[in-house]
Every structure is written in C-alpha cells, then in structure tokens.
C-alpha cells in the first residue's frame, strides 16, 4: 500500500496539532513575560516548561511504552543531547527573552520565518524545493514582513521599540530551523516519543546548570495563577506539541512539515486579539492572509493525468 500524501496524512495532523498547541505559548508567554516587570525570568520559564513537561512524559513512557524510551543507542543519545541544546535551549530562551521587548503577534511572525530558514538548510541534507513550495514560501515570508512592519511615509519600516526583541526572537528561529534540520536525521516512527522525551531532559539538565550560575537573578512564580499557566504550558504545548512535531517529522517531509507551521501566526493573532488586546491594521490583515495563501498553495499537491 502506497503511503498516503498531501492533507491525508496522519503526519500532517501531528503538524497541525503542534502548530496549534505551539500558538498558545506565544500568548501566554507575552503575558508572563511582558515588560521590565516580568513575572518570571526567560531561563526559569524555560526550565521550568521542560522540566515539567519531560517528567511527565518520561513518566507516560515508563507506563505505557518503557521498551522504546530506552530502545536509542549511545550514539542516538548524544545526537539527542545535541538537538535540544538547538530545538529547546536556544529556541525558547532567546524567545521568551525577546518577548519582555516585543508583541505575541510579532513573536510568532518573525518565528514564521523558521520555515524558511529550514528549508534552505535543508537542501544541505538532500531535502527539495519544488517550484510550488518555492513560490508559496515567498509569498508567505512577504506576509510576514508586512505584519511585522509598519506603512510610513519612506514605505515599510520597523519600529525601534520592539527591534531589541524581535532580533532575539530571530535567533530563536535560526536555533530552531538548525533542530529542525538535525532532526531529520535522527527522527523516525518509530524513536519519535523518545527523542521527545530525552531532548526535553537533556534541555532542562542544561537550563538548571545555567540556572545555578545566575542565582541572583532568577524570578520564581509567585501565584496559583502563574503556576497554573506553567503546568499548562509543560503538558500542552511541551509534552504533548513536541510529540507531535516530531511524530510529523518521522512520516512527512522536511517541507511540508515546516510549511505548516505557517498556521502558527494566524492563530496567535486571533488569539492575541482576544486575550492581550494586540491588534492589526488593515495592511497587516493583508499581510496575514497572504501568510495563509502560501499555506495554500505550497501545501495542496499539484492534479497530475492519470
């Protein structure tokens, strides 16, 4: 039996879902992290995020599927260890520290450009760009800018104030698209829980090490309502969204699986819009539709004859 493509696999439901869960951390992350007066401290909410979120899951492992959370070789361990230093450690500090500067919405656009950046260092491991998936990352990345940016007299610019954390936020997908291309060389169907799971812990063992060097300036939550979002955050988004992109990665291309997470943005808008007050104007509703068109038209396979 052929395996199944386009929009009828179940890789692209795992991607769908994680892109989803993945929306919701921007929102709730600006609201933790917002201003000089954050709640907690980039490092901490790091730590604490994947920490949970591995416990968890190694736990879920131990129950249910012991055999394969221990199946990786010494080798695939250290390839493991390597990943989350990329995936989860500079991902989510260089985020979370750029989101105290910038807007949820901004975040997850300028985390959009990942995608990109993926499927560039991804012709470096084999993976193709057709002529379709070229177009619709243009037209998407053009998307992006536009709601990024704002409409001046001189054309599109860029507001100073939030500069600071959207260059952080940069690197946070930079970080991110070097994982994604790593993992497509680690990744399969069958080791994807637990590539999940060691990745999770192998980053929080280094986020509690850079912890203990930087004990004057770790902010610990300090209500029920802060700790409520961060076991949120370490089951949904963590646990459960790291499972399911990697659990993509193993049964659908490098491209198809980066391009989804386009979906990501649009979300956080909406999201962003119901929950933070962030707003877009009418140029930057342009700019997110045509996010969604690239979706589009890079992702649904192109009719052939029969």
Do not use: H
Not at 122 to 136: A, P
Not at 264 to 269: A, C, L, R, S
């Amino acid at each position: 039996m052929k395996p199944m493509n386009g929009f009828w696999n179940p890789g692209v439901f795992w991607s769908f879902l994680s892109a989803f869960l993945w929306a919701t951390v921007y929102v709730a992350t600006r609201w933790l992290m917002r201003g000089e007066e954050a709640k907690i401290d980039p490092v901490t909410l790091s730590l604490l995020r994947f920490g949970l979120g591995g416990i968890l899951l190694f736990c879920f492992c131990l129950a249910g599927n012991r055999k394969a959370l221990f199946a990786l070789s010494r080798r695939d361990y250290l390839q493991v260890a390597l990943l989350s230093q990329f995936s989860f450690v500079g991902m989510s500090v260089f985020l979370f520290w750029g989101q105290r500067y910038t807007t949820a919405i901004n975040s997850s656009m300028i985390m959009s450009s990942a995608p990109v950046l993926t499927i560039l260092l991804g012709l470096f491991i084999g993976e193709k760009i057709s002529l379709r998936q070229g177009i619709g990352m243009a037209v998407g990345t053009l998307g992006c800018m536009m709601v990024i940016g704002v409409v001046t007299e001189q054309g599109l610019a860029y507001s100073p104030a939030s500069f600071r954390g959207d260059l952080l936020v940069l690197v946070s997908a930079l970080s991110w698209s070097i994982a994604s291309v790593y993992a497509k060389k680690i990744v399969t169907p069958e080791n994807d829980l637990a590539v999940t799971v060691w990745s999770m812990l192998f980053a929080s063992l280094s986020l509690l090490v850079i912890t203990c060097f930087r004990l004057d300036s770790v902010t610990l939550p300090n209500s029920g309502t802060i700790w409520g979002l961060l076991l949120y955050l370490a089951v949904f988004p963590t646990a459960l969204g790291f499972y399911a992109w990697n659990a993509a990665m193993g049964r659908i291309s490098l491209n198809l699986v980066t391009i989804m997470q386009y979906l990501t943005p649009i979300m956080t808008i909406l999201m962003a819009w119901a929950f933070l007050g962030e707003s877009l104007c009418a140029f930057e509703i342009l700019g997110a539709a045509l996010v969604i068109a690239g979706i589009g038209y890079s992702s649904f396979p192109k009719r052939r004859k029969e």
